[in-house]
């Protein structure tokens, strides 16, 4: 075979993979969820380009001017250099496609491994809120040293357009993380970039806390519309919840270490929305992982979420789902009124309060 038709061949090849590649970024293109793997398959796409460069000057065999100017031996020394080259950039481009099919594959699986925790066995951890109204409620009639509101546990903060269910799970986890150092909190909100939600909260301690690593924030605005914040090369897209949980994995058990028995509250803002962009199916499958962390750790998960949004049986599929249900309602004296609908493991003796 001669240096001419191997250089062709190479040419065949390689533009097949140029093209194919090519058909794939425009499939990257249409899917949001793989915004951060374009890039990969961009520089497959360029070590391709310089692929076919340096294959050319192969077809320039048998131009007598050519080996005349440099010399025959010459000639086929620069010709052996350029296609060693062109097969290296070759499968640099193959490198760089088949790191982006491994990302597409660590995207679309979920693989959950919960860790084991120092306790063998679930046991219930009560604690008190420090909300005067809504401990007296949850008050135990057979021990009232014993509070009633339960850490392991997932809650629905169900509410009313003309309510504010933030102000109490501001009071609540601010009460329980100045309580106690091993207290953690991780906000999730995906439709409202973390410095405005800081901003909101009104106890002057978070900064610190932040600083501290004992609050965390989970930004949907900074990492996918912006796509500026990288944790050591990840980023997680909220559009999709196989990201969005693996997310929540890396600070709870490589950042806080719930594993060694810490208490951690998760606060999402807003299930609603998680429900508007994933689809029902998908955040019931996000609901169900929190309610697996709270059955194995000392979780308490927070779920925010605009009562009416879905149909009544969606709906009952979640208030079934979860452990425990508050519903707020707005109320005319400017306080918002709470009703205990659901409580898991709690004797409720009050079905009202107002805080």
């Known amino acids: ?16 993979a140029l093209l194919s590649i090519v ?51 010459t000639f086929t020394s620069l010709l052996v250099i350029f296609f060693v080259v062109s097969l290296c950039f070759f499968l640099t481009s193959l490198t760089f496609l088949t790191y982006a099919f491994y990302k597409v594959y660590k995207i679309n699986t ?7 925790s120092k306790k063998s066995a679930f046991v219930p951890d009560r604690v008190e809120t420090g909300i005067e109204e809504l401990d007296k409620a949850l008050k135990n009639p057979v021990n009232s040293h014993a509070p009633g509101f339960m850490f392991n546990s997932t809650f629905l903060l169900r509410a009313t357009p003309n309510s504010h269910p933030w102000i109490f799970w501001e009071k609540l986890c601010e009460n329980l993380l100045k309580r106690d150092s091993s207290t953690y909190m991780l906000y999730i909100c995906l439709n409202r970039p973390a410095n405005v939600i800081i901003d909101e909260f009104s106890w002057n301690e978070l900064p610190e806390m932040i600083e501290n690593k004992r609050a965390y ?57 998680i429900y508007k962009f994933s689809g029902n199916e998908n955040a019931l499958r996000f609901v169900f992982y929190l309610i697996s962390l709270s059955s194995y750790y000392r979780v308490l998960n927070l779920l925010y979420y605009r009562k009416g949004f879905l149909s009544q049986e969606e709906e009952a599929a979640l208030e079934n789902a979860v452990d425990s249900i508050i519903d707020f309602e707005g109320h005319n004296n400017g306080k918002d009124k709470l009703k205990l609908t659901k409580i898991r493991l709690s004797k409720i003796l009050n079905e009202e309060i107002e805080i």
Do not use: C
């Open 1 to 16: 075979m001669s240096i001419q038709n191997f250089a062709k061949d190479l040419l065949e090849i390689y533009s097949s």
């Open 23 to 73: 058909i794939l970024f425009s499939f990257f293109l249409e899917d949001t969820k793989y915004v951060g793997l374009r890039i990969n398959v961009l520089w497959s796409i360029f070590f391709l380009f310089l692929s076919i460069i340096f294959s050319i000057p192969g077809l320039l065999e048998g131009f007598q001017w050519v080996e005349k100017w440099i010399g025959k031996d």
């Open 110 to 116: 979920l693989n959950i491994k919960l860790k084991e």
């Open 217 to 273: 924030f989970i930004d949907g605005s900074k990492n996918v519309i912006l796509n500026h914040w990288k944790d050591e090369g990840f980023v997680f897209n909220p559009f999709d919840i196989n990201s969005l949980i693996r997310k929540i994995q890396k600070i709870l058990f490589e950042e806080i270490k719930t594993s060694e028995n810490k208490r951690v509250i998760i606060v999402v803002d807003s299930l609603s929305y």
